[in-house]
């Protein structure tokens, strides 16, 4: 059903009665029905009163799909004479051609699409009545009647057995989407491996990636040494243990050094700090060797490696753990223990 | 003129005048940008030595003062050796223009020989990591898929994946390394300036330092396919396909939605 524009229709006019109710006041109850402003005047377009510029807009329109005809047959011959080929160039050339003929294809029928129902196509509006959704209520008893009827036919009240047969199957069944989906999660719910790394009495810091020890006198003030633990490629799991284990090696002055975590745990102003940051475990690795600030690139967490590694700027909770280090009989760097508390971000079962 | 004068309320005009004021401003640039100048070591004289130690009176003692002992806040350059001095004035770090968080690249002040000279002088203040030979830092001779692997484990973090820079705290930053001669990436290695850390012969090998060159080599020669965009990673490609993606949306949603003329 459709309804013509109502050009009558003046309700914003101060005044007039159908403006007046929209207005609520106080005291007064809420609009029951507010009235149909219609359809506001319908003005022709170009095209409409124009013969002219309607040839004009089937032209566009026709050139829109001949550029999306010209598209495709352009990709199917870049398809074949650009193969993508060896080299990076080549490849480049041939997502290039493959694109752009794709992208024509594409656009070109969209863009004629709208552009012909902008311009051509009928540009009155419509308007559809909404139907009741309620069916009658003759209908509604048939169709309770027929559900009665096939649950009467089935038997289902009278054969228990049968019941419970169908009632466990469709309870089991999801058992078979469920049960893979929680045991494929992880076989490891080991947690307490978190709080233990490599690290051990007298095991040697090694440069990263080439694992060569590193001997105390060769780090002058100022460097920065990436370590890892020695006999890292040898363990179990190297990934595993190297994303825990990596600690950051830096030489300052000695005088520079305001705090360290423990007693001794540095060496001749050579500090080791673990680099997973205490916020959600980005490696830390930018160094700033004149302010000794250590930054995370991940949340710009900032940690004083000068003063215990403290927090001095960022969302990080607790500063870097250190590690304990000295150097053996051969003045190679090596590890006094274990970090002395869980590295990385905090954990449910972490102790502090 | 006249024709000029007819069109100039054309609405394409301030497009136009936009185009041209980018075409001349980039062309300027090109012609006026300088390029850095490359330094050659070359062995110390006694003369070099001289006229060095000249240079040095007349340019840097302001600040680290006539014995080069550096005073609060200013370095000491006793020891620091031919590389660091090559470095800071070959990048044209040093002098330094005025105080800031960090002193930028710009513009050698002093020509080869002058560097050759204050290098000279500083390096007999007190033994230091001297100016690497070209064998040293020769690219060609060194390993990228090394390098690619010590980069990323030693300079990716501050530098950049592919060595594109990034930014630090506090107004610092870590700066771009595809224009910066071979000669300069090595010494900065060794030598450590301003917020970088020193990288010294036992931490990178002389071979390693080698192969980052080689690296970095390829990284700076051009990206193997799309629009770089900076190389900064989602920040700038993000900025793009927001302003320019969702432009190109709002646009076609409006056109769509706008009633044809």
Redesign the interface.
């Known amino acids: 059903m459709s309804i013509t524009p109502d050009h009558g229709h003046d309700g914003h006019e101060p005044g007039d009665t159908a403006g007046s109710d929209v207005v609520l006041r106080e005291g007064e109850d809420a609009v029951e029905k507010f009235p149909n402003p219609g359809f506001g005047p319908h003005r022709p377009?170009?095209?409409d009163v124009d013969p002219a510029a309607a040839k004009r807009a089937e032209r566009q329109v026709v050139a829109l799909f001949a550029l999306s005809v010209l598209g495709t047959i352009g990709f199917i011959v870049a398809y074949f004479t650009l193969p993508p080929g060896d080299t990076?160039a080549s490849?480049?050339t041939s997502?290039l051609a493959l694109g752009l003929g794709l992208a024509f294809a594409l656009l070109g029928i969209g863009l004629a699409a709208?552009h012909w129902a902008?311009?051509l196509m009928n540009?009155h509006e419509k308007a559809e009545d909404r139907h009741a959704q309620r069916s009658t209520d003759q209908t509604r008893a048939e169709a309770l009647q027929v559900l009665k009827d096939g649950a009467q036919d089935s038997g289902i009240g009278r054969r228990g057995v049968l019941k419970g047969a169908l009632v466990s199957s469709l309870a089991l069944f999801p058992l078979t989407i469920v049960l893979p989906l929680i045991g494929e999660v992880g076989e490891d719910w080991n947690v307490s491996k978190f709080k233990r790394t490599m690290w051990a009495k007298n095991k040697k810091l090694t440069?990263?990636?080439?694992g060569r020890p590193?001997?105390a006198a060769?780090?002058?003030?100022?460097?920065?040494?990436?370590v890892i633990p020695e006999g890292l490629d040898e363990s179990e799991a190297p990934l595993d243990e190297k994303a825990k284990a990596v600690v950051l090696l830096?030489r300052m002055d000695p005088r520079d050094i305001k705090s360290e975590q423990g007693e001794g745990w540095s060496y001749d102003g050579i500090v080791a700090y673990s680099k997973i940051c205490t916020h959600v475990g980005c490696?830390v690795?930018?160094?700033?060797?004149?302010?000794h600030?250590l930054?995370c690139?991940c949340h710009?967490s900032?940690f004083d490696v000068a003063d215990s590694a403290k927090v001095v700027?960022g969302p990080a909770k607790r500063p870097l753990p250190q590690l304990p280090i000295t150097v053996d009989d051969e003045g190679y760097l090596v590890a006094q223990s274990d970090f002395h508390e869980p590295i990385g971000p905090s954990f449910w079962e972490r102790l502090r | 003129m006249k024709a000029l004068a007819a069109r100039r309320h054309d609405r394409r005009a301030p497009v136009v005048l936009l185009l041209l004021a980018l075409l001349l401003t980039g062309a300027l640039y090109a012609v006026l940008a300088p390029t850095s100048a490359d330094a050659a070591p070359t062995a110390a004289t006694a003369d070099q030595v001289e006229t060095g130690e000249k240079l040095f009176q007349a340019n840097c003692a302001t600040c680290h003062g006539p014995d080069a002992t550096g005073r609060e806040g200013i370095p000491s350059l006793v020891g620091v050796g031919a590389a660091a001095v090559d470095f800071q004035v070959g990048t044209g770090r040093m002098p330094m223009q005025m105080n800031g968080p960090q002193a930028p690249a710009k513009p050698a002040q002093f020509d080869e020989e002058q560097i050759a000279a204050l290098a000279a002088y500083v390096a007999s203040l007190g033994a230091g990591p001297a100016v690497p030979t070209a064998e040293q830092v020769d690219p060609a001779l060194g390993d990228p898929a090394s390098g690619m692997?010590?980069f990323r484990?030693?300079c990716a973090?501050?530098h950049n994946a592919i060595g594109a820079g990034?930014a630090?705290?506090e107004g610092?930053w870590?700066p771009n390394l595809w224009e910066t001669t071979p000669t300069h990436v090595y010494e900065a290695m060794l030598t450590?300036p301003?917020?970088?850390?020193?990288?010294?012969d036992?931490?990178l090998t002389s071979e390693?330092k080698r192969d980052i060159i080689a690296f970095l080599e390829l990284q700076g020669n051009g990206a193997?396919?799309?629009i770089t965009l900076g190389s900064l990673g989602p920040v700038s490609e993000g900025l793009w396909a927001w302003v320019v993606g969702m432009g190109l949306l709002i646009g076609a949603a409006v056109?769509?939605g706008?009633?044809?003329?």
Request: glycine share 6%; charged share 15%; net charge positive.
């Open positions: 377009r170009r095209a990076i490849m480049r997502n709208v902008k311009s540009d440069i990263d990636p080439t590193i001997k060769d780090v002058t003030i100022g460097s920065v040494v990436h830096v490696p690795a930018l160094y700033e060797q004149q302010t600030h930054l690139p710009q900032t700027f | 692997a010590l484990t030693n973090m501050c990034g630090l705290s610092k870590a450590g301003q917020s970088m850390p020193v990288f010294n036992a931490n390693e193997p396919g799309g056109w769509i706008a009633r044809s003329s």
